[in-house]
């Protein structure tokens, strides 16, 4: 039972490059979403998705893109990587509405 | 502005005795709330929940209470083992808010001494 699945798990960018930051889940949950945690700021919402075909934005969603074609995966772009975007990102995937989130074990990214 | 805060950075206690990890929320449509336990490069994993119509829930070692009218909720361990020692989160969400967006606290560091 792998749950919420993360890749990769390290990753170092140069400023201006772009990446996908894949995440997957097994669990058949129609909600999932990214977070980044930031020394001193617990987690923070990016973009989230409530079923296939449907996102929408966070509390911090500028300089990344999402899309949800399937209920499984739900990547996340960085279309130009500043060194502001260097934080853990985790993915997460729910049942419904007031349940618990399921995390992945995180991306720690670092823009350079 | 942070809509929930622990403003406990972190908490140091003996083993077997009770750890009390404290939060507090400014948005009164807050009616769901979860505590997370995270290790070192790990993603954070659920421990508890507790929903608004409620002041306290249990779940082994594990008690949470909630005051709504103070808007504060608290973590009771009892009793502490070294295995507790990671960072807890506290988070909450609104139940008319669309899509199970969680807020979560900074965290607090629990050191758990044997």
């Known amino acids: 039972n792998a749950g919420v699945t993360q890749t990769p798990k390290f990753q170092v960018l140069k400023t201006g490059q772009s990446m996908t930051l894949q995440c997957a889940q097994d669990m058949n949950h129609e909600y999932m979403s990214w977070y980044r945690q930031d020394p001193g700021m617990g987690l923070r919402l990016i973009h989230y998705s409530v079923g296939a075909g449907i996102t929408d934005q966070g509390e911090v969603p500028n300089g990344y893109n999402v899309s949800r074609s399937t209920t499984e995966d739900f990547p996340l772009r960085l279309l130009s990587a500043a060194p502001s975007q260097t934080s853990v990102y985790f993915c997460?995937?729910?049942?419904?509405?007031?349940?618990?989130?399921?995390f992945g074990q995180g991306t720690r990214l670092t823009v350079v | 502005d942070q809509q929930v805060k622990q403003n406990s950075p972190s908490l140091s206690v003996q083993e077997g005795r009770i750890s009390i990890l404290n939060c507090d929320y400014t948005?009164?449509?807050?009616?769901?709330f979860l505590w997370y336990k995270k290790y070192p490069a790990e993603g954070p994993t659920f421990l508890i929940s507790?929903?608004?119509?409620?002041d306290k829930n249990e779940d082994g070692r594990f008690t949470v209470f909630l005051n709504k009218s103070a808007k504060h909720l608290s973590l009771h361990i009892v009793p502490s083992q070294p295995g507790d020692s990671a960072v807890y989160f506290c988070?909450?969400?609104?139940?008319?808010?669309?899509?199970?967006?969680?807020?979560f606290g900074a965290g607090t560091i629990l050191r758990v001494k044997s």
């Open positions: 507790i929903s608004s119509i409620k």
């Open positions: 948005n009164s449509m807050f009616d769901y």
């Open positions: 997460a995937s729910s049942p419904g509405m007031n349940t618990e989130a399921f």
């Open positions: 988070a909450a969400s609104a139940l008319r808010e669309y899509g199970n967006k969680l807020v």
